[in-house]
C-alpha cells in the first residue's frame, strides 16, 4: 500500500517562498517518477514538475525558473521548492508517484499567495 504525505503548505505573500515535501511508503521509491500537481478552484488539476528516477526534470511554462523539483531517494521524499511566488500559484498542490504498480496520489496541501 502507497502511502504520500505532503506538508509545507501555509499562506505566504506575493514574492515569498515555500518548500513542499512529500514524504512516500510503501513503494519502491527509487524507481518511481514523481510529480507535483496543483488544483486552483474551478480548473482542471495541472502538472507543475516532474522528476523522473534518473533525475530528469521538466516543469511547467508558468513555473519555469521559479521553482525547482528534486528527491532524495533515501528518505524517500520529494521537494518542490517554490520561489518568486505569485498569486496565481494559489491552488492546492498534489504529490503524485508512478511505477510499474500504478498511480498514487497524496491529500494534497494548500497553498495561498496573497497580493
Known amino acids: 500500500q502507497v502511502q504520500l504525505v505532503e506538508s509545507g503548505g501555509g499562506l505566504v505573500q506575493a514574492g515569498g517562498s515555500l518548500r513542499l515535501s512529500c514524504a512516500a511508503s510503501?513503494?519502491?521509491?527509487?524507481?518511481?517518477?514523481m510529480g507535483w500537481y496543483r488544483q486552483a478552484p474551478g480548473k482542471q488539476r495541472e502538472l507543475v514538475a516532474a522528476i523522473d528516477s534518473g533525475g530528469r526534470t521538466n516543469y511547467a511554462d508558468s513555473v519555469k525558473g521559479r521553482f525547482t523539483i528534486s528527491r532524495d531517494n533515501g528518505k524517500k521524499t520529494v521537494y518542490l521548492q517554490m520561489n518568486s511566488l505569485k498569486p496565481e500559484d494559489t491552488a492546492v498542490y498534489y504529490c503524485n508517484l508512478k511505477n510499474y504498480r500504478g498511480d498514487y496520489w497524496g491529500q494534497g496541501t494548500q497553498v495561498t499567495v496573497s497580493s
Open positions: 510503501g513503494s519502491i521509491f527509487s524507481i518511481s517518477a
